[in-house]
Structures are given as C-alpha cells and as structure tokens.
Nanobody, 125 residues
Framework: QVQLVESGGGLVQPGGSLKLACVPT????????VGWFRQVPGKEREGVAC????????KYRDSVKGRFTLSRDDDAQTVWLQIENVQSEDTGVYYC??????????????????WGPGIQVTVSS
C-alpha cells in the first residue's frame, strides 16, 4: 500500500540541481517526521536528510551537507528535498518516509513505518 508519493526525479547533469517532492496519501503529515533515503544496487538504504514536524529542525548525512536542503509545507502537505551541485554519487533511488518518532528525526530507515515507492535520480552527462 503506497502511503507516500515521490516526484521530481529523473536525469540530471553533474553540477545541476534537482528538487524532489513527497506527498502523503491517506493521512496527514503534520505530526510526522519525514526522512529521505537513497539506495543504489547492492548497497543498504541510507538516510540522507530528515525534518521534524512543522520544520522544527533538520538533520543531514555528512556527505550531503551544504548541497541538500529539506523543507516542508504542512498546509500543502508536501516535503521537498532540494539538491544542488549534484554529483555522480547522488545517483540512486530516492525514497521518502514518515514516522512518528521523537524528540528529533532520525536517519535510520528502521524507524520509519510509512514509505513511498521510490523515484530514480540519475546523474550523468
């Protein structure tokens, strides 16, 4: 059962930018932390960023700090992941997920119970 839907992926050139969106289906996102995760074939799914309810705090994986920006609009029920200066290692399937955990969000996938199907991001010239 799809509980979140990602959009905005695709092919992007190195150095370019990309904005992914995540919207819920069948529930309200207001009280949930939202995380973005990335997975490439043969590797574990890794957390890249997460945001607390009402945008009160974010957390980023060290390797993406300064290039990834997470924001949310709870009125619009949308969470965005802005990626600047994309690099080849950003290639992968990106998933958004939601959880009711606290006091702060987490980058551990196991903490998240609601997931989207994922969207492909390919960085290539």
């Amino acid at each position: 059962q799809v509980q979140l839907v990602e959009s905005g992926g695709g092919l992007v050139q190195p150095g370019g930018s990309l904005k992914l969106a995540c919207v819920p289906t069948g529930f309200y996102l207001d009280t949930f932390v939202v995380g973005w995760f990335r997975q490439v074939p043969g590797k574990e799914r890794e957390g890249v960023a997460c945001i607390n309810p009402r945008g009160h705090g974010t957390k980023y994986r060290d390797s993406v700090k300064g290039r990834f920006t997470l924001s949310r609009d709870d009125d619009a029920q949308t969470v965005w992941l802005q990626i600047e200066n994309v690099q080849s290692e950003d290639t992968g399937v990106y998933y958004c997920a939601a959880a009711q955990v606290g006091p702060g969000c987490t980058l551990f996938p196991i903490e998240y119970s609601r997931w989207g199907p994922g969207i492909q991001v390919t960085v290539s010239s």
